[in-house]
């Protein structure tokens, strides 16, 4: 009989991550299950609200969710593939499982509570034993598991930039819906990061600091991408570490607009989202001298998104079609669209680079 090796498999193993992740699963389901069932034990909960089946499915989610990634994505630094992940200093890997682990958590924080929240509204004044609460929160506890270890096992600049966006919309959805400032979009964008708007507060500002600390992050990777995908090309024109501090760059101002939130330093908190604004601007007009090889038809998708950008400035003014939260929400809109385009164009660049090198090495196969 084959000796039990869960956790004896080389970790870029795909049987050996995915029965890890199983067994993740399995944990997060008993003990999620029962310990809500303790909690409801005696009384009924509702779907949603206060002390209710989502809330206790929210708060276990992220908490299996940010201790599950840690583990899987620093397991998953010891495979071969990540040895440039290893030679990065201590601090900067700190702060890239930190802020991933937090993006994925409040995910599956955001996604149970609409999910909940839903299904309360479809069934209106369903309520639950204890038994039936606890195996709710058990089974999304071990959907959240089994989902964010094998996220945190198979980082890659395309997973990357799915949860960029994802975390992107869920905060700035999760910030609109819970403000205590009904009348926000009549003033701008900014207002929902202002201390008088509740929990919305946390939620937008929080947002836009972590997505910064991801895009830094996501410039590493790319970086990587780009710089293997030169190598194989034989191209020497590619300038990675400019396409690298100018990404970083973006990242910090991203991360400063909720830093410093509008009612506290309006003069930095400008200052900062103008930035983001400018260093976008920059790095698209000077992606063609940087990345020269790069495809032509991304370089049309670029200047069409400009295009869109000048557009909606047009549209705020002088024609004053909309006001300044709809144009933030339309600049947000193009710049966070492009940056995922650009990150997914990388990564298909080089897999597509990778497939004939990897053919050519193989025995029988056509090498160069």
Known sequence: MEKFTLFKRPESSAVGIEARASLVALIAMITFTLIPLLAFWGRRPALSGDGSVGLWASVGAALVSVTVFSVS?????????????????????????????????????????????????????????????????????????????????????????????????????????TTDNPGWWEINFSVLGASDSGISAYAFNTTLIVSGLVITTLASYMTQDLRRWSRLRGSSGTKATTVQWALVLLGILTAGIGLVPVDVAMPIHNTSAIGMIVMFLVIVSCLRSWIPDFPASFFLTSYVILAGMALSVFLFWPLAYYNLTGLELVATALIFGWLVLFIRNIAALLEDTEQPAIAGAKPGGEGT
């Open 73 to 177: 994505y620093l397991r998953s630094l010891r495979g071969p593939k990540a040895g440039w992940l290893r030679r990065t200093a201590l601090a900067r890997r700190i702060l890239d499982v930190s802020a991933l682990a937090f993006a994925h958590a409040a995910i599956a924080f955001m996604v149970f509570q609409a999910v909940f929240y839903i299904f309360q509204n479809a069934f209106t004044g369903l309520t639950l034993d204890a038994l039936a609460g606890g195996l709710f929160v058990g089974v999304s506890c071990a959907a959240s598991g089994y989902a964010v270890y094998l996220s945190g096992s198979r980082i890659t600049t395309y997973s990357l930039s799915n949860i960029l966006a994802a975390f992107l919309v869920s905060g700035a959805l999760t910030a609109m819906i």
